[in-house]
């Protein structure tokens, strides 16, 4: 049975309303770093991070143990260890270049750094400019931030709000519509695919809620889970981890 006009055209003033009234995606971000901090004012002064963790495989056992450091100026040290710890990966940018390297830990032999691409350097650079902003707009001249959904995540009544970085960076973090914490990341990856990190559980690290326990899909299928057994915020990071290496 089709509706009368008149509950037609409720209906559809009903719904515009509901659309206006979706906040901005700059102040849903306001709202987002509120629920991180007591005093968003400390955000925006935290220099350093330093994540320490192990992955767990879909079946519980840690696949792999990791450091994760980032500090201002687009600075990332990224460290991979297997699970007996005997091989390490680095994956390095100091804001300008960017490279990996591969080490025996058992023997203390390493290669020789492999120079990644110029725009490879630039992406690492703004991932580590948006893992330590908590959630901020990128400045003018480096992207911008826009709502590009407000459909439910994770079974979660969400604000989805999409960063992009001129250097091609791109994620899209969804914020529960209500407490405005983040439910989850997605993080376009190569042929279309998509790794989700679902936020679990969180921990506090000098007031700022940060995470605990987050799982990661690919496309929608379980991959494992990531394990933060360590976080220390503004804590001294030598410049030398971010020094191109000397054989």
Known sequence: MALPARLLALATLTLA????????????????????????????????????????????????????ETATGGKRRELRYDGEFTTEVSIVTNGMEAWARRADLTSGRSEAARVLPHEVA?????????????????????????????????????????????????????????????????????????ERQVEEETQLAEGIRVPKKVRILQDGKARGTLVFEKVIVNGEISESAFTFPVR
């Open 17 to 68: 309303t509901v659309a206006s009234a979706a906040p901005s995606a700059e102040e849903i971000v306001k709202k987002a770093r509120a629920a991180l901090a007591k005093d968003t004012s400390f955000l925006d002064r935290v220099t350093t991070v330093h994540y320490e963790g192990k992955v767990l495989e879909t079946d519980g056992k840690t696949s792999q143990g990791f450091i994760l």
């Open 122 to 194: 630039q992406r690492l650079g703004d991932m580590a400019r948006s893992d330590l902003s908590f959630y901020a707009a990128p400045a003018p001249d480096r992207g911008s931030i826009k709502l590009k959904a407000t459909e439910a995540v994770e079974g979660r009544r969400a604000y989805s709000i999409e960063y992009t970085y001129r250097s091609g960076y791109t994620c899209v973090r969804h914020f529960d519509a209500e407490t405005y914490a983040l439910i989850a990341t997605d993080y376009p990856q190569a042929e279309g695919k998509v």
